[in-house]
């Protein structure tokens, strides 16, 4: 691969950093590593998605034929870059941007992508990922919840757990069997639902961030109109597969990990604590884990670029970027000495308690979009060719 830009590349990464610099006020950036706290900044997101949305950015990738600008892999890898680079905030309707709306895209009927692409993109219509249940998560096609048939409607009950932004989604993309004679990855539906409507109940859970965002959703007659089936009620399936499928392609990148390499040096002189030599290797460490996970990214670039599709090494990336994100956050938190046993909140807490905040979100970072347990499997059985545990 040649790693230079093209001049059609840097001519299109100055067009974006431009319309970042105008678009983008100064007080929305980065408040540091720990970024931005859901709970504290839901009006600043929704905001920022109304801006990319107009500003025609969040269909980057999209062929043109369905709207979108047809971005190569290299122009969407920039557009990431300067995103992190600028310390934008994230937007309030990430999961319908990222998974749903590539995924009706291809797969929605034309009432859907009339009714939903448009107002998901703007942020006028938030929705949240009702997939997970208490008993089935990793083994996600252990779910229960059921979708029947009365008086022409679907009628949902059962339980879903985890599913952020819940409690201020209008709207969920949620999985639920019709059929339970059948086997356990045949016989699910996904189903559009309207958070709003009396047969459902959302809680919030308190993580030890202090913070709620993401929810337990109770469904006990909720109903759906045959109109917000996504594919085929038996297609559920394969549409969750597809929308995985988009989850793998964006959610790490190297610009924010160096970001944070380079504040935690910072913050290790700051601290005074380069003298220890331990904490001198734990950084370097950090620095040397970054730029491999570049160097990994341009690896996956080069191949996209190809027109290969990723293959099961996107559960490297996953397995990497979040490992190594925890140790990043665990040796911030250590040099801070005794301070960095300190809850955020505290007003004696170091850079207003963001690495506290960061160190306990990156917890969960091994946990969804595939556990670093499920990763491993996938590695040693698809890419090692290793037999397959019991
Ligand atoms: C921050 C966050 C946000 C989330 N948002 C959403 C959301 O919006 N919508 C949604 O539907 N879900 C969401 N999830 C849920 C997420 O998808 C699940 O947590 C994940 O799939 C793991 O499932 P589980 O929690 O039930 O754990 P389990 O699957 O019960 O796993 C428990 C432990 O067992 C291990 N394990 C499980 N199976 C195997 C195996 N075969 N081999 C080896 N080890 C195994 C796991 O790695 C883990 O350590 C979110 C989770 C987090 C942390």
Redesign the pocket.
Known sequence: MDLRNSPEEEAFRAEFRAWLDANLPPDWQHRGVGGYREEEDEEIQREWQRRLYEGGWLTLAWPRERGGRGATPVMQSIYQEELALSGAPPIIGR?GVSLLAPLLSVYGSDWQKETYLASILSGELVF?????E???????AALQSRAERSDGKWVLNGQ???????HYADRSFLLARTDPSLPPHHGIGMFLVDMKQPGIEVRPIIQMTGSGE?CEIFLSGALVEDRDVVGSASDGWRMAMATFGFERNGLANATRFERAVAALAELTRQEGAGSDDTVRQRVAQARIESHIFRVNGLRSLTRAQQGMVPGPEASLTKLFWSEMDKRLQETAVSVQGMYGALAPESPWSIAEGQWQYGWMWAQ?ET????????Q??IIAERVLGLPR?R
Do not use: H
């Open positions: 999961l949240c990922q009702g997939f997970s208490p008993n089935a998560g990793s083994d996600l879903k757990t985890w599913s952020s932004g819940a993401f969960a946990i969804y979009a595939g556990s670093s347990e499920i491993r499997n545990g």
